[in-house]
């Protein structure tokens, strides 16, 4: 008897230490970004969020124009984390810091996108909204640089862009007629304070397929 009350006494504690596990590991997913998130970013050093709209560039490339809007209710300013072209992540698994993405705006389904022109204000390098249906080319992919394994929620990272190595920045210069206030986006060749985000508002996709709702969504 006292023998299979050892089992038993064994078999509990390797239970109770396998659930525990499970419960930790899947705590720590939870406080990633994950493939398929739609997510609001913020630039920390400015306080705007990156916004997009179906308003052209009036120079440069005429592209979709990228810009930064303080205001953290606009629809405008959700973008879903996806996989590189031809090379999807798994929805709902989390982001490796130094993972290449794309990163799409969610109402026109365009990829965040530089280039070789220079931003209209700060004569930077223009950031635009590029493609259609959320198909561009190879210049739509950035890489997450953050400290440890993963992208977590609550820290700032930069995005650097694989194709031209700027980083997504802002420096504060604002837009007049007819995006009135919206700072301009754009690349800078260094990695500075001006080019911090963190992921904010939001819909997070956990590996089992069901959003983990972050705030008004």
Known sequence: MEIIGAVHLVFRTLLFLLLWSKCEGGESEMNHVTCGSLVKLLNTRHNVRLHSHDVKYGSGSGQQSVTGVENADDANSYWQIRG??????????????????????MKTSRNLHTHRFSSPLSNNQE???????????????????????????????RFKHVGTNVFLSVTGE?????????????????ANQHNWWRSMEGVFIQPSQVPLRHDEL
């Open 84 to 105: 590189k072209p031809n090379r999807p992540c798994q929805r709902g698994t989390s982001i490796r810091c130094g993972q290449a993405i794309r990163i799409m705006h």
């Open 127 to 157: 950031v635009s909204a590029f493609g259609e249906n959320g198909e561009g080319d190879d210049l739509d992919t950035w890489t997450v640089q953050c400290d440890g394994d993963h992208w977590e929620r609550d820290e700032e990272v």
């Open 174 to 190: 604002q837009y007049g007629h007819p995006i009135r206030g919206q700072r301009e986006v754009h690349g800078m060749s260094s």
